[in-house]
């Protein structure tokens, strides 16, 4: 059995960086020994990410650079997998003749193979290099909702979710491994299970993974869900679940419901919009709200764009993402008439992330005095008397982060209580009241 070397480099999103922690534990498995600097490698491999335009161009410029690498570090291989080749397939292989091996998303047998290695004979888990205690979890595969500026269900094919059984044992795993939080990931956590029979099964995972871990001291994260099917019984159960965060994530992309049927995004109105973010707030007003939205998309008028900028005022968000619209090669919506010019695209998102960062200020001074856990993450000071920690209203790597000053060392990894003395747009400071010996 071989003992090369590998390197891994994972690009774009949470979903991909759990291909690459896959990837790895394959690769392991197989007899290879993980290296987490490049000059160390013997075989390097790029984790693609295809979905918007940078993230191509970031790839893109990465594989650049590994051929680059290629010679500079004397790499003997450099591979290419994931999302971009399942995009872009054989036209990327005649344009990167230095690329060694390739694999779609998944294909973690046939890049084995073409590495001159088989499986091994088991799956060997890779904890990942950086935070051991935060961790993502897929609930799913794919996405059917055909949104018509996307086209991850065309790269990464139709929903297919995983059984609840496995989703159970892999959070036990982790846990096991140390993780104190994990977040659900997949493209919509809303159509879990409606690949088996037409229904959203994600009330039932989340009643199981509660009964499961409540009492421990673990956090459960759900990231990225449709509002239209985000609904009361949801909530509540977020709300009544104490290792589920109050902490929702809903990209709405738009509130006008012409835009949003052209978006595909489903029929609804303004009122069924509302709704999953008063329910939220009604049974806890310090409930933590991110959405994200798109602007410039063709046929948004100025008086499309202030129906965003009035919701956003009457909601008022913890957070809000921006994208500008981009025309997707291969999506519908690149297609359609009344393309609205770069320009002003850039300029109605500059002016929803204007507008909320007042508002995100003003919430966060909802918090001044309160007393919030923290999940440490990294020392500030060697002597570990300040770190960097989030809260549950902070999703990892997207939300803003709490300083903690502490009269003892903090750990990364543990869990703390903080006094908050102060807030910013997106940060908090405060001092340690409380921590975990
Ligand atoms: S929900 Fe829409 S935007 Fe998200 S992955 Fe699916 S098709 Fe794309």
């Given at each position: 059995?071989?003992?090369?070397?590998?390197?891994?480099?994972?690009?774009?999103?949470?979903?991909?960086?759990?291909?690459?922690?896959?990837?790895?534990?394959?690769?392991?498995?197989?007899?290879?020994?993980?290296?987490?600097?490049?000059?160390?490698?013997?075989?390097?491999?790029?984790?693609?990410?295809?979905?918007?335009?940078?993230?191509?161009?970031?790839s893109?410029?990465a594989?650049?650079?590994?051929?680059?690498?290629?010679?500079a570090?004397?790499?003997?291989?450099?591979?290419?997998?994931?999302?971009?080749?399942?995009?872009?397939?054989?036209?990327?292989?005649?344009?990167?003749?230095?690329?060694?091996?390739?694999?779609?998303?998944?294909?973690?047998?046939?890049?084995?193979?073409?590495?001159?290695?088989?499986?091994?004979?088991?799956?060997?888990?890779?904890?990942?290099?950086?935070?051991?205690?935060?961790?993502?979890?897929?609930?799913?595969?794919?996405?059917?909702?055909?949104?018509?500026?996307?086209?991850?269900?065309?790269?990464?094919?139709?929903?297919?979710?995983?059984?609840?059984?496995?989703?159970?044992?892999?959070?036990?795993?982790?846990?096991?491994?140390?993780?104190?939080?994990?977040?659900?990931?997949?493209?919509?956590?809303?159509?879990?299970?409606?690949?088996?029979?037409?229904?959203?099964?994600?009330?039932?995972?989340?009643?199981?993974?509660?009964?499961?871990?409540?009492?421990?001291?673990?956090?459960?994260?759900?990231?990225?869900?449709?509002?239209?099917?985000?609904?009361?019984?949801?909530?509540?159960?977020?709300?009544?679940?104490?290792?589920?965060?109050?902490?929702?994530?809903?990209?709405?992309?738009h509130?006008?419901?012409?835009?949003?049927?052209?978006?595909?995004?489903?029929?609804?109105s303004?009122?069924?919009?509302?709704?999953?973010?008063?329910?939220?707030?009604?049974?806890?007003?310090?409930?933590?709200?991110?959405?994200?939205?798109?602007?410039?998309?063709?046929?948004?008028?100025?008086?499309?764009?202030?129906?965003?900028?009035?919701?956003?005022?009457?909601?008022?968000?913890?957070?809000?993402?921006?994208?500008?619209?981009?025309?997707?090669?291969?999506?519908?919506?690149?297609?359609?008439?009344?393309?609205?010019?770069?320009?002003?695209?850039?300029?109605?998102?500059?002016?929803?992330?204007?507008?909320?960062?007042?508002?995100s200020y003003?919430?966060?001074?909802?918090?001044?005095?309160?007393?919030?856990?923290?999940?440490?993450?990294?020392?500030?000071?060697?002597?570990?008397?300040?770190?960097?920690?989030?809260?549950?209203r902070?999703?990892?790597?997207?939300?803003?982060?709490?300083?903690?000053?502490?009269?003892?060392?903090?750990?990364?990894?543990?869990?703390?209580?903080?006094?908050?003395?102060?807030?910013?747009?997106?940060?908090?400071a405060?001092?340690?009241?409380?921590?975990?010996?």
């Open positions: 059995m071989t003992e090369k070397k590998v390197f891994i480099l994972s690009l774009g999103c949470a979903k991909n960086q759990v291909d690459s922690e896959t990837l790895a534990g394959v690769l392991k498995g197989a007899g290879f020994s993980l290296v987490e600097k490049m000059e160390d490698a013997q075989i390097a491999i790029v984790n693609t990410c295809g979905f918007i335009q940078p993230a191509v161009e970031e893109i410029d594989i650049l650079d590994l051929e680059e690498l290629k010679r570090y004397s790499l003997e291989k450099i591979g290419v997998v994931g999302c971009l080749l399942n995009r872009y397939g054989e036209e990327l292989k005649k344009e990167l003749p230095m690329v060694d091996f390739w694999a779609e998303a998944g294909q973690w047998e046939a890049l084995l193979a073409d590495m001159g290695s088989s499986a091994g004979e088991a799956f060997q888990e890779v904890l990942p290099g950086h935070s051991v205690w935060s961790r993502y979890l897929k609930i799913s595969e794919g996405c059917s909702n055909n949104c018509s500026y996307c086209m991850i269900p065309s790269i990464r094919g139709p929903l297919r979710s995983f059984a609840v059984n496995e989703i159970l044992s892999r959070a036990e795993f982790l846990v096991e491994q140390g993780a104190r939080e994990i977040c659900l990931v997949g493209q919509d956590l809303t159509a879990y299970g409606m690949d088996w029979d037409g229904k959203s099964h994600l009330l039932r995972l989340i009643e199981v993974l509660n009964d499961k871990f409540s009492g421990s001291k673990i956090w459960f994260r759900l990231l990225y869900l449709h509002p239209a099917r985000v609904n009361r019984d949801i909530i509540s159960a977020v709300v009544s679940s104490d290792v589920f965060l109050n902490y929702l994530d809903m990209p709405l992309q509130v006008d419901p012409e835009i949003l049927a052209k978006m595909n995004r489903g029929a609804f303004e009122k069924d919009l509302r709704m999953p973010f008063e329910v939220a707030r009604e049974l806890d007003p310090d409930f933590t709200l991110r959405t994200t939205f798109m602007a410039g998309f063709p046929g948004e008028t100025e008086e499309h764009h202030s129906k965003v900028l009035d919701f956003i005022e009457e909601i008022q968000l913890d957070r809000v993402g921006v994208f500008t619209f981009y025309e997707e090669e291969g999506a519908k919506a690149a297609l359609m008439p009344e393309q609205v010019p770069v320009s002003v695209r850039e300029r109605r998102a500059s002016e929803i992330l204007e507008l909320q960062s007042e508002i003003r919430r966060q001074q909802r918090f001044v005095g309160k007393t919030l856990e923290a999940l440490v993450e990294d020392k500030v000071e060697e002597d570990g008397k300040k770190a960097w920690g989030r809260t549950y902070d999703a990892p790597e997207v939300d803003g982060l709490v300083e903690i000053a502490s009269d003892k060392n903090l750990q990364p990894g543990s869990f703390v209580k903080v006094k908050i003395k102060e807030v910013y747009e997106h940060d908090m405060g001092e340690a009241v409380e921590r975990e010996d």
